[in-house]
């Protein structure tokens, strides 16, 4: 059984933070981006919108949290 984590995000090469380093990380991310954008324009700039955001951000920095990790040289 094969117990190696797969590793969607890594750490940035210059600065600090993450960025994808896997075609599934960057279609998470465009997903992610896509999901605010069609938030924005569903609901405006009512409550909800600040609402929605955070819980697309919270689950978006869930499946970071998930798959980062550096990978093996």
Not at 5 to 22: A, D, T
Not at 48 to 73: C, N, R, S
Request: proline content about 4%.
């Amino acid at each position: 059984m094969n117990s190696k984590k797969r590793i969607w995000f890594g750490p940035k090469q210059l600065g600090v933070g993450m960025s994808p380093s896997s075609i599934e990380g960057w279609i998470v991310t465009i997903l992610f981006a896509a999901a605010a954008i069609a938030w924005q324009r569903l609901l405006g700039h009512q409550g909800m919108f600040a609402l929605g955001l955070i819980g697309l951000a919270v689950a978006y920095g869930g499946i970071v949290w998930l798959t980062y990790g550096k990978p093996e040289d």
